[in-house]
């Protein structure tokens, strides 16, 4: 019989059978023309079939200085995926600065969602895929992919013997798709879509009123903390998430603004010239980050090929 | 993977300004205070700042203000980023105990300074506000300690009380915090400003989470 550690709660609950808390409502966006929901098929009229489309993808996670300064240094608690293997995705997830195991949550949580995407594929098809998909079909991915991960997260509690919190981490998501590109946001950093070759900020801004609060994936998420949405894949030609840490320097606070480095990150990736190597270099040169916390940095990219994949 | 000069891209990143941290630090600088007690406040508060200044990121996400009371009510540094504070005017001990208008005083300058934040889209972390006296306040206190209380409360402020010794009204104090108010230990005012300082440099660099934990108080705290 597993046994607690002292003045800690195990959750166990099982993984899959883990209901997500309610997501807000949907947030497609107008790009893509949001059926209502008395008449979903509505869109099928007006979207024809578009063919598949070719991605690349990069992706690197660095640990922060400002970790490097514990003894021993804290491990990186940052991961990031651009999965071009299959149905192009990117994943970012960023331990709890303060929970002494996020790095694992963060770890388990990108590789199964990636997974249960792999797992999905025939429902990914039908919601990003074919041109009638309604909203509710984006929604019900949505409260999967969340509660998915809250399963993760419960059952590292239990393998571990620890509270659920000690493993919670932010999660970002991209899923592309022939008609659109759907996003999740569980949390802080900042997911990046480039249309008619202009990056704009996607989702909500995800902290609250001081620098250092926002939300998880862990036992403590609730209702209305997260965020989906889709967008017309048709105008889109790079996707990019991104932890706090590296929009420091990629992103304005206020999120009005994305470096112009992104525009030229997306065309080295698109062109197959930017891979995990150059994104790792540019997280982790240590003048161009100066000045900044000295927070864990992630980023995943993906940027349709403009040279065979 | 060739052909890519990752340093064509240092000009195209984003200068963000550095998320602030303000603290305000609300002293008795009354009669009682006089000799020892205000030589040891004035040195733990240079070592503060001389601490702060020397932490790359703290020296710039830190404000500190210092407001005084002392037979009257002085804002002896409104709220100035660690790196930019250079000589400040050694405290003066004399008077009664204005507590309560001191900190009344602290929390609208801290209010200010949140909107300048705001304003200027920097963004903020919780502002600390330490309280620290050895005696009794000799003004209308309860008014401003129940506001106090209730930003505390409402997660709008973090507030540590300090009692300076043993003639600390430490029941006072207490009404002015949702913590527990401290005594400092002898006058290890050094001790608790080095504490502070670890401290704020801690939120300063904190990654977002609930909650950054502070080191023991044990080194000046007698409780």
């Known amino acids: ?309 | 993977m060739h052909g890519f000069d990752l340093t064509l891209l240092k000009n195209d990143l984003i200068e963000n300004p550095t998320a602030r941290c303000a603290c305000a630090l609300v002293l008795d600088t009354s009669g009682s205070m006089g000799g020892a007690p205000i030589d040891e406040l004035n040195g733990g508060m240079a070592q503060f700042i001389d601490e702060l200044r020397h932490d790359d990121f703290a020296s710039y996400a830190v404000e500190v203000g210092v407001f005084t009371f002392g037979g009257s009510v002085r804002e002896a540094l409104s709220f100035t980023p660690a790196y930019q504070i250079q000589d400040l005017a050694k405290l003066q001990a004399r008077g009664g105990t204005p507590m309560g208008e001191a900190v009344e005083l602290a929390i609208e300058r801290l209010a200010g300074r949140k909107a300048e934040y705001q304003k200027a889209g920097v963004s903020y972390y919780q502002p600390w506000l330490v309280l620290m006296s050895d005696g009794a306040p000799t003004d209308s206190w309860q008014a401003a300690a129940r506001r106090l209380r209730q930003m505390a409360q409402d997660r709008k402020v973090t507030v540590l009380a300090i009692g300076i010794g043993e003639g600390a009204a430490l029941d006072v104090l207490a009404e002015f915090s949702t913590r527990a108010p401290k005594r400092l230990e002898g006058m290890k005012f050094r001790e608790f400003f080095q504490w502070l300082s670890q401290s704020m440099e801690r939120v300063s660099q904190s990654t977002p989470g609930t909650g950054v934990p502070l080191a023991a108080t044990d080194s000046w705290d007698a409780i």
């Open chain 1, 1 to 309: 019989m597993h046994r607690a550690a002292p003045g800690r709660t195990v959750r166990r609950k099982p993984a899959t059978t883990r209901k997500a808390p309610a997501a807000p409502a949907s947030t497609r966006e107008a790009l893509v023309p949001a059926p209502s929901e008395q008449a979903p098929e509505a869109a099928s009229s007006v979207l024809p079939e578009l063919p598949a489309r070719s991605w690349h993808g990069a992706d690197a996670a660095v640990v922060g200085t400002s970790h490097l300064r514990a003894n021993p240094p804290r491990r990186c608690q940052d991961v990031a995926l651009a999965d071009t293997g299959g149905r192009a995705l990117a994943i970012v997830a960023d331990g709890a600065g303060s929970a002494a195991v996020s790095h694992l949550g963060a770890a388990a949580v990108v590789a199964g969602v990636r997974r249960l995407c792999r797992t999905l594929e025939s429902d990914l098809a039908l919601t990003l895929d074919a041109p009638n998909a309604t909203s509710d079909q984006a929604k019900a991915l949505a409260l999967r992919i969340v509660a998915h991960a809250q399963g993760i997260v419960d059952d590292l509690a239990e393998e571990h013997l620890r509270d659920g919190q000690d493993f919670r981490c932010t999660l970002l998501v991209w899923l592309t798709g022939r008609q659109r590109a759907f996003w999740l946001k569980v949390g802080d950093g900042v997911l990046i879509a480039e249309r008619d070759g202009e990056c704009l900020c996607v989702g909500p801004a995800g902290k609250g009123e001081f620098a250092n609060q926002t939300c998880f994936i862990g036992p403590h998420l609730r209702e209305g903390q997260w965020a989906w949405g889709e967008l017309d894949a048709n105008r889109l030609s790079g996707l990019a998430a991104m932890s706090d840490g590296a929009a420091e320097r990629l992103v304005a606070s206020d999120a009005s603004r994305v470096a112009p480095a992104m525009v030229k990150l997306l065309r080295g990736v698109a062109e197959a010239r930017v891979g995990r190597r150059e994104v790792f270099a540019l997280l982790a040169e240590a003048d161009s980050w100066m000045g900044t916390s000295g927070d864990d940095k992630s980023l995943a990219l993906l940027a349709e090929a403009s040279s065979p994949a």
